[in-house]
């Protein structure tokens, strides 16, 4: 069940939509459930997507082919240099190796961004308690998956543990999982882009235990990745409209699941819609951008976009920015030792951060008879003072909220997100396919709506920030 909000959208009188065009979009004219999860599968199927790597580069080229085919919109790249992570195998489940004496222990994968070697050795250790030089220097210390409700919260945890184990010096970390391997087959997290200094791996429930229980022997790890310099790219597709003021749809291009990255689906199918629209329907410009970097923030795409339009804002030609992630999702539970569905869909998020961008997700969220939605202010407690008093909108939204672009961002966060065995069962595309129609639906029900009423305490967030009011990070992690 949503929260309610009671503001109702109005559209100023001076700037009415035109006679004849469409207030919300008509569902038969919409890329249909099908084509939805076709679009999905073919973004799967391009494999493993870390940033900058043969795969991620061939599916950008791929979603900048198919906005490129549809009327009127014209595309342009924003470039960074990254130094990248590469399986060799193009696989993280065969990307690492690890042996106790002669004997191979199976993997659920490598541990991106971990050391790449050859061989690295030592003697095998469980710690519960935090790694240090003391009890870690020259060892391969194993320690359990954070215990938390959904994987995307472990984090923090996994960097501190795997940044904690480089500086002791230990020779490896396992991370190890109470779940059976299948379902943490390939595993991807932390996605923070920062280069560690230890070779890790994740393994499953059985192998942790038996790990374990061979703790005093002598354990070698292999990761079989290089590290090397690239380039990178967003991709922005831009349909025009009557005016230069912008409306600004974003997703991530990298990722490794059907979840991760399915909002690019989404993007594709609003980009099309739109741009069969006749111009007089379309009073402001529709930028769609692909951002990259989301696993390597250093270069998140995203940021570096919103840095783009923070410097613009002022010059009246950015109206709202719209991120949208992890769309359609199941829930899956924990249940005993194993990861199963619950029937339900995934809670999902829906962040406005002024009243008007409130009320149209509202508006939205009751005509499509979503479930399960919160549009809510933002995830963090909030600071008095600050400004924006909430900085998190749980994903890449955050970048353009924390910068006092008006924003909207769509989330969730199942334990699919990171975990690609789940496939194609992860995602209801009948769901999916409503929360695309009800972001494309506020776009027009925000179509008459001037650029400062959208904006709301923003407009007054940014003179405060002038004025010399705190305002949130914008600080990066660290390459190394």
Partial sequence: MAVLLTHTVTAAANAAPEPGCATVIDSTAFTSEAELRQMNATIAGFGLRTTASPAHRRLVDWLEREVQRMPGIKTRSQT???????PVTGDLASTGLLFVGHERILLAGAIPYTAPTLS????????????TAANARGKV???????????????????????DAGLAGAAGLIIA?????EQVRGYYDPHT???????GVF?????????KQAVGRRAHLAILAIQNQATTRSVIATLPGQSKEKIVFDANTDGNTWVQENANAALLALAKYFAHQPLHCRPRTIEFVFATGHLHRPAEGTELYARKLDAEYDDGTVAFAFALEHLGTREYVRVGQELQPSGLSEVFGWFAGSPVLSAAAQNAIARHG??????LPGIDLPVPGRVPPQCSFGGLGTHFHSHLIPSMAMISGPWSLWAPSFGSQAIDFARMRAQTLAAGDTVLALAGVPRAEIAGPYLAYRQARAA???????ELPPED
């Fill in 177 to 181: 999982f109470d779940f059976p391997r």
């Fill in 468 to 474: 010399g009011a705190p305002t949130c990070s914008h």
């Fill in 120 to 131: 690295s050795s030592g003697e095998l250790v469980y710690l519960t308690d935090p790694i």
């Fill in 80 to 86: 960074s240099k990254i130094r990248r992570w590469l």
């Fill in 203 to 211: 393994v499953g429930g059985a192998e942790a235990q038996q790990l």
């Fill in 141 to 163: 210390v194993i320690r359990d998956f954070p215990a938390v409700d959904r994987g995307y919260l472990a984090e923090a945890a996994l960097n501190k543990d795997l940044i």
């Fill in 370 to 375: 979503l479930d399960r939605v919160f549009v």
């Fill in 193 to 199: 882009g920062t280069h560690y200094r230890v070779p």
